[in-house]
């Protein structure tokens, strides 16, 4: 499997954005190849209850993107935020959320700033039938803090099929260590290339599936 580190990835991502493919634009791909991945796989999303579990940078902004794709199947999604919506980091992910603020009748909205905003909630981690894990990917650092660290152990808890978004929270993207835990995944849906650090970590990863985000092949040139 042909394997990209964080750093090239982000040099990827910048010489996109120079060609006029936007950030934007390449985690709206995101969404759109996971819902389409889920919906094969899954066969039928129709009143499965789907939980997106996202964190405040661009990997929850990718969980956003997928929620409204797989709005539009029938599904009961509800999408946790690690925080509050002001602590939602890039303006993609931003403007992925604001969307979902709008989808009052599709997408139930929570927004969870703290470990007791979460107890509050973690039967419905449990009971999920697929939780999207879109936590972390790339920008993990360091101990993982609260409410985090008790999603990665509700996710790992609940026996619904568990879906990775780029990397497994609290994997290390370049090179597989795990910071203090990881969320163990049944499959791992990486955008554009596989993660050096996914690979030998099946155990966390499960299968890993590659989907495509748009990137022009040019943006692959330093
Ligand atoms: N589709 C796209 O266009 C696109 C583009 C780029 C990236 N991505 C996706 O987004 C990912 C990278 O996005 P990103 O750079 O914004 O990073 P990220 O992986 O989304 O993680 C960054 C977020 O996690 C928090 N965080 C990091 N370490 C933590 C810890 N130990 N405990 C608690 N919180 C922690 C950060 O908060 P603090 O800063 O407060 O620590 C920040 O909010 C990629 O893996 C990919 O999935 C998508």
């Known amino acids: 499997m042909e394997t990209i580190t964080p750093q090239q990835m982000r040099k990827v991502e910048q010489n996109c954005e ?32 789907i939980v997106v579990v996202a964190g405040t940078g661009n990997n929850g902004g990718d969980g956003f993107a997928a929620a409204r794709h797989m709005a539009r199947e029938g599904a009961d999604i509800t999408v946790m935020l690690l925080g509050k919506a002001g602590d939602i980091k890039t303006a993609e992910a931003i403007s992925n959320w604001q969307i979902l603020e709008k989808m009052t009748r599709s997408v139930k909205l929570l927004t969870l700033p703290d470990k007791e905003a979460l107890d509050m909630v973690s039967e ?45 929270s609290g994997l290390d993207p370049l090179d597989g260590r795990i910071h203090d835990k990881g969320v163990r995944a049944d499959v791992t849906i990486t955008m554009h290339k596989a993660k050096k650090g996914l690979l030998g970590q099946r155990k966390y990863t499960g299968e890993v599936v590659v989907v495509p985000i748009g990137v022009p092949p040019e943006a692959e040139e330093s």
């Open 18 to 49: 120079k060609m006029g493919v936007s950030l934007l634009l390449l985690m709206e791909n995101a969404g759109r190849s996971i819902a389409d991945y889920l919906k094969t796989s899954l066969k039928d999303l129709k009143r499965k209850k």
């Open 124 to 168: 419905t981690i449990v009971r999920a039938d697929v939780l999207l894990d879109a936590i972390f990917g790339t920008g993990i650092r360091g101990k993982i803090r609260e409410p985090h660290s008790t999603a990665i152990d509700l996710i790992n808890r609940s026996r619904g099929f568990k879906v990775a978004l780029d990397i497994p």
